[in-house]
């Protein structure tokens, strides 16, 4: 943990912890190997019924499918407005997708296998062991989302990519060389577990600093080295810790630890292992782009624009993926890299790079980021939920009627005060933008003088940033 | 110095006012002009409304006819919590009073298709209180923010 003298807002303590292992019945609880191998067989429960309902839903409208109102509605929503900000990357802990891979590699679901894992094994180039085929994985996979999120048979197919996927890379590659830097899911999940309010981290570094070999990075009779391939005794951010508990397991000194933290603390980190980089500020100019582009496509009136995300003509649909790539990748980023050139002018400073300043101060996004993310998923479920109740009873279409609720009709909720939600939340994120705005400039500018000034252009870009989101949300 | 401190407080004061006007805004009503009654055509076509944005004051008498294009559509008004449906040839009609001021989504109520859930249109009940509080409590924190930080 990096010790920081600053304070969030002027009073929260960004040094402030609470280990949640300290309670023995938790940590016994983690440190089991049926943890999180239960949650995981849970959720590949769920996911057959899904891919089992994409399938047989075909190219039907999707409002009553299983397969989309779980994943689009339900997961979607879950993992933007909970699990992400609360709990980091506990999705990537308890999800289904790599469990085949693991078991090829490992031979064994429950139980440690010693020694060399199975699969060729081989290493994933250094130069793309970064976000950056995650974040163009992504944005390809939004080029679809006019198909994926409304036709059974389109998230079937995408699902089933990802899981051949996770295979295949599986037994060609290290461990999960897949999660770290090829799913889509997994980029924008590391982004924003940044500001997670979970996190975990080693306790005393006396302890891991005398302590060889690593078992957290090599593995034991307990568990499996690291298998996100990063050195649990040093992390210093969320980032790509897929919280799979194994360094809990391995540690024979329980120097590991799962924290609550105060929101947001991993934007200040900045060490030689794990910088800031281009590829993380991409990420977040990716997400940023694709909620406005998605707000304009899926929640706004204009019917244009809906037929060229949904492909109703060729040429309409390379429009938009021309236009959505280009926003996304370009337009975005380059008006963000206006604010930082004039930040370096009105700060005065010689000695730092733009680069550096363009880069660090994009981690400002991450918390606005997110916080649109909420707000863009407010305006999803609300007015859909029902749907949810309604396929739970019957997955299939078959007639089913599971919990009695088969029957419920299409009631969007709350739909009245859904601007007044969207809005809180906005200036909420944007209140956690600002304050870890000023933190980074002060970072970035060793002089208060020049961080002040560097400052003002970035304020001035969350506030017109804030300013476009409410008139797409409430405006 | 004594320039620079003038620069903050008015800032400040203006964050400030920011701030105090977008309270009040929520807690008091905003005044309308005298309602009138309103009548709007509205064509559905998948997954399209024409007029896709209708825009009325508070406490208007509104009625919608909405009038299909292809297949079986619906519309159904965030907020106000009505509906109404048209098919092919057998037009629906809504009549309501705009007495909830803001930006409502009207959406589609009876699945036309794979894009339903996205056939959406808006109707504006002015004045849109919603969205200037929500400005003004932004400026207002950005502003306030400013003079902290550069104070």
Redesign the interface.
């Known amino acids: 943990m990096i010790e920081t003298k600053d304070k969030l807002f ?1 009073v929260v303590d960004l040094n402030a912890r609470f280990e949640l292992t300290k309670f023995k019945p938790v940590r016994a609880i983690l440190k089991s190997r049926w943890m999180p191998l239960l949650p995981i067989l849970l959720n590949l429960f769920i996911f057959v019924i899904i891919l089992l309902a994409a399938f047989t839903g075909g ?6 499918n299983f397969g989309i109102m779980i994943v689009w509605i339900l997961w979607w929503v879950l993992l933007m407005m909970m699990l992400v900000p609360g709990l980091s990357r506990a999705w990537c802990m308890m999800c289904p997708f790599p469990i085949f891979s693991d078991w090829a590699q490992r031979t064994k679901l429950f139980d440690v296998k010693t020694g060399k894992l199975g699969g060729l094994n081989f290493k994933w180039p250094k130069k793309l062991s970064n976000m950056w085929v995650m974040n163009i994985a992504f944005l390809v996979t939004t080029f679809f989302s ?1 198909f994926m999120t ?2 059974p048979f389109a998230t079937f197919i995408l699902l089933g990519i990802i899981i051949l996927g996770a295979f295949i890379v599986g037994l060609v590659f290290e461990k999960r060389t897949f999660c770290l830097y090829l799913c889509p899911v997994s980029g924008f999940q590391g982004l924003y577990s940044q500001f997670a309010t979970v996190e975990v981290r080693r306790k005393d570094w006396d302890i891991c600093k005398n302590h060889n070999p690593k078992t957290c990075f090599v593995g034991n009779e307990n568990g499996y080295g690291c298998p996100w391939l990063r050195t649990p005794f040093d992390f210093q951010k969320n980032t790509y810790c897929g919280m799979c508990l194994e360094c809990l397991k391995t540690c024979p000194y329980d120097n590991m630890a799962i924290n609550l933290r105060p929101p947001g603390v991993d934007l200040l980190v900045e060490t030689k292992r794990e910088p800031k980089g281009l590829d993380e500020a991409w990420k977040a100019f990716i997400m940023l782009g694709i909620a406005i582009v998605f707000y304009l ?8 624009f ?2 060229m995300v ?1 492909g109703a003509t060729l040429p309409g649909y390379l429009g938009y993926i021309a236009f959505h790539a280009t926003f996304n990748l370009l337009i975005i980023p380059g008006v963000f890299f206006v604010f930082a050139y004039l930040s370096k002018r009105l700060s005065g400073n010689t000695d730092v790079s733009l680069k550096t300043i363009f880069t660090n101060f994009a981690y400002t996004l991450i918390p606005m980021g997110l916080g649109v993310w909420m707000g863009f998923s407010v305006g999803i479920l609300l ?2 939920g029902s749907y949810i109740l309604r396929v739970l009873s019957d997955p299939f279409a078959w007639g089913w009627n599971l919990f009695g609720t088969a029957q419920i009709p ?1 009631t ?1 909720v709350l ?2 005060v ?3 939600l969207q ?1 809180a939340i ?2 909420v994120f ?2 956690f933008a ?1 304050g870890y705005g ?1 933190l980074l400039a002060k970072q970035i500018y060793a002089d208060a003088k020049q961080a ?1 000034r560097g ?2 252009p970035i ?2 870009f ?2 017109l940033i ?2 476009v989101f ?2 797409l949300f ?2 | 110095m004594m320039r620079k401190k003038v620069v903050l407080f008015a800032t400040a004061a203006l964050g400030g006012l920011c701030i105090l006007i977008a309270l009040v805004g929520i807690a008091t009503p905003a005044a309308a002009e005298s309602p009138r009654e309103r009548f709007f055509e509205i064509h559905a076509k998948r997954f399209d409304y024409t007029p896709g944005t209708i825009q009325v004051n508070q406490g208007d008498k509104v009625t919608v006819r909405l009038i299909s294009e292809d297949v079986s559509h619906g519309l159904y008004l965030d907020g106000y919590e009505i509906k109404t449906s048209a098919h092919p040839g057998e037009e629906g009609t809504l009549t309501f009073v705009a007495d909830k001021t803001g930006r409502y989504t009207f959406r589609c109520a009876t699945t036309c298709g794979e894009f339903h859930p996205y056939m959406v249109g808006y109707l504006n009940v002015e004045p849109n209180s919603r969205l200037w509080i929500f400005a003004l409590l932004t400026v207002g924190v950005a502003l306030c923010s400013a003079v902290i930080v550069l104070r």
């Open positions: 002027g190219y039907s409208a999707g409002n009553y006019g409304v036709m496509a899926f929640q706004g009136p204009w019917g244009f809906k037929d949904r007015p859909n299409w969007p739909t009245g859904m601007g007044y809005g906005l200036i944007f209140a600002v000023w002040k400052f003002v304020l001035t969350l506030t804030t300013l409410l008139w409430v405006g």
